[in-house]
């Protein structure tokens, strides 16, 4: 990364982990959000966004997706509209915005993509607490590996973030609450955690590292 040139895009990062890491790099941090007058899940929304951001901006260096509603209701306890809902907010954004920017990033030959899932979904188990969430988040992060080899060859890397219970002032707090006893590390997280991990990723250390999830959940058991 250029330190003096280069732009991150956060989709997303209106509160909570995006806006702490929008606050890593003030100077050359766009954010968009719905509040901002971008919505992730409205392709046409995307796509006006980021051409008005090519006027002011090259090809942004980085490009970091942190959105995810979340609900803990069981398979069979959960509705149409919030099923339909939780793919959109965790899936539906991601895939529009990749779709939106990423191609950019492979004709330049450079960029660093990031996307969120949530710590465990990569496992081979079930997870009871948030299911139709985590399987949003399952289906993302099989994106992104797969999107991590279309890439490659361009020398755009991509990346999934998986959070356990992150603290901040929008976050779940209840339930980050009842969930503390089963970290080892003993603790919640705290949106530093997750700030360090982005930090590296746009490092060039993270040069060689694609198409991998990086847990930050403190050894959660749950
Ligand atoms: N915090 C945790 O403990 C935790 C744990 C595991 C995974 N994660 C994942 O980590 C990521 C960040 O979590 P967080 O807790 O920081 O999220 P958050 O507090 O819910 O913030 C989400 C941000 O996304 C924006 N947003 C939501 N829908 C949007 C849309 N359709 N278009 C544009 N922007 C939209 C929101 O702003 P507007 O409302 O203005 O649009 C907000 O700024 C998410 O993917 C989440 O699932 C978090």
Redesign the pocket.
Known sequence: MNEAADHILI??????????IAALWPDRTT??????G?????PS?LQAAFARFRQQHRTPWALV??????CERPVLGTDLATFRHLF???LD?AFHTVQTVVPAMVTEKRGRVI?????GVDKDRGLRRAPM?FAA?AALVQMARSLALEVAAAGVTVNV????????A???QQS?QRLVAKVPLGRV?N?AD?TELVRYLLSDAASYVTGQVLTVDGGLQA
């Open positions: 989709v997303g990062g209106g509160q909570g982990i995006g806006a702490a954010v968009w959000t719905r509040r901002t971008v919505d992730a899940a409205d929304s997706h942190c959105i995810g509603d979340f959109t907010s965790n954004t996307l969120f899932a949530a710590a969430y988040k973030i998986a959070p356990g219970l992150i603290h901040h929008e976050s779940h980050q997280g949106v997750v």
